[in-house]
């Protein structure tokens, strides 16, 4: 084993194991507190090697490490919100002391805020995979039970028509109302931009019932505006259809096509460079100040389909258009389509008795 003096004074260890080479600063420039560390930093090497002991990380650097292995998702963004979030219910200890009992707080504690099962869930899932990545990169981990989050995920909240109408209102590109406290510092056309692109964007969610990632990420060459169509691309499920356009999308993407921003997205970030992103919050402001409760933007999708099904529209042929690749999770909506059953039934009854 050897010490070496740096210009600074301070001792750098250096010794060889198996052929390997290890160092680290001794943070001293005492020789023999220096030694002291040199020794211990040697056992824990042989220590490692003889009795298979794994490297430690705490949890925060493990959280980040596991966010970095995301890196190249497409919903990077909103693993990263989700890990913060994390981050702000745990100490910064490491990992392998974390227990069930830690998790199973953290659980009560969103609950007791009224977070909805679904958050509380993502979290876990976040937690969860951290764990298992740092087991996969050879670091100590906890054994932990994760607690199961029941997930109602039968919910449908699909807009009525006045509420349409009220949310519209509001998005509305030229709605004075967001221009009479504008500050000689706005730049009012880069928030004319950003509100066409919120009602476009809202056009498009409630006519084609796609999800928010993929009319945000839309490319010019998926969409033909000389047959009215759009190629409709799923990597969640992996698969892709080619729905026809209402007339308002057609107007939304014609008009988005002859002020073409970029070349390749049909919506863009800020920098007008990039594919927008999970960006919703003035859309959610909007449904808010439209005086409509317990909507979200994935809602959207669940008004298409129910519009669907409650105008004629069976269930596996909504499957289809919504690209569910297990129809089972279409179901959801098979009452709207046993109560249209029903009111064709009455019609017939009427016809064949008049």
């Known amino acids: 084993m050897t010490l070496i003096k740096q210009k600074s004074g301070i001792f750098q260890v250096r010794f060889m194991v198996d052929g390997k080479t290890y160092q680290k600063s001794s943070q001293s420039?005492?020789?023999?507190?220096?030694?002291?560390?040199?020794?211990?930093y040697h056992q824990e090497i042989l220590d490692k090697k003889l009795l298979?002991?794994?490297?430690?990380?705490?949890?925060?650097?493990?959280?980040?490490?596991?966010?970095?292995?995301?890196?190249?998702?497409?919903?990077?963004?909103?693993?990263?919100?989700?890990?913060?979030?994390v981050k702000l219910y745990f100490?910064?200890?490491?990992?392998?002391?974390?227990?069930?009992?830690?998790?199973?707080?953290?659980?009560?504690?969103?609950?007791?805020?009224?977070?909805?099962?679904?958050?509380i869930e993502h979290g876990i899932i976040q937690l969860r995979g951290c764990v298992e990545y740092m087991d996969r990169l050879d670091y100590q981990v906890p054994i932990i039970k994760f607690p199961k989050i029941k997930v109602q995920n039968q919910r449908i909240r699909s807009l009525s028509r006045d509420e349409e109408i009220r949310l519209l209102a509001e998005l509305v590109p030229d709605n004075t109302k967001y221009y009479k406290k504008l500050t000689p510092f706005t730049d009012k056309p880069e928030l004319m931009k950003q509100r066409q692109d919120n009602w476009d964007l809202v056009i498009m969610l409630l006519d084609i019932g796609a999800r928010y990632?993929?009319?945000?990420?839309?490319?010019?060459?998926?969409?033909?505006?000389?047959?009215?169509?759009?190629?409709?691309?799923?990597?969640?499920?992996?698969?892709?259809?080619?729905?026809?356009?209402?007339?308002?999308?057609?107007?939304?993407?014609?008009?988005?096509?002859?002020?073409?921003?970029?070349?390749?997205?049909?919506?863009?970030?800020?920098s007008g460079n990039n594919p927008r992103k999970h960006s919703t919050i003035a859309i959610r402001r909007a449904i808010l100040n439209a005086?409509?409760?317990?909507?979200?933007?994935?809602?959207?999708?669940?008004?298409?389909?129910?519009?669907?099904?409650?105008?004629?529209?069976?269930?596996?042929?909504?499957?289809?258009?919504?690209?569910?690749?297990?129809?089972?999770?279409?179901?959801?909506?098979?009452?709207?389509?046993?109560?249209?059953?029903?009111?064709?039934m009455k019609a017939v009854i009427d016809r064949f008795n008049d």
């Open 52 to 85: 298979g002991t794994k490297d430690s990380i705490n949890l925060y650097s493990a959280l980040d490490t596991f966010l970095t292995s995301k890196i190249a998702l497409k919903s990077y963004d909103d693993i990263a919100n989700k890990v913060r979030g």
């Open 91 to 119: 100490d910064d200890k490491p990992l392998h002391e974390l227990s069930t009992s830690d998790v199973e707080h953290y659980v009560l504690t969103r609950r007791q805020e009224g977070r909805a099962a679904q958050t």
């Open 291 to 344: 005086g409509i409760e317990d909507f979200r933007v994935h809602d959207f999708r669940h008004t298409c389909a129910s519009r669907l099904v409650q105008n004629g529209m069976t269930v596996q042929e909504t499957a289809h258009i919504l690209g569910h690749s297990n129809i089972a999770t279409t179901m959801r909506y098979a009452h709207l389509e046993k109560n249209q059953v029903a009111e064709k």
């Open 213 to 270: 990632s993929e009319i945000a990420e839309l490319t010019w060459q998926q969409v033909d505006l000389k047959e009215k169509t759009i190629l409709l691309k799923r990597s969640k499920t992996n698969n892709e259809a080619v729905l026809y356009m209402s007339n308002r999308v057609y107007q939304v993407l014609k008009s988005r096509n002859d002020k073409k921003v970029h070349h390749k997205w049909v919506f863009t970030d800020k």
């Open 29 to 40: 420039k005492n020789k023999a507190k220096a030694q002291q560390v040199e020794r211990q």
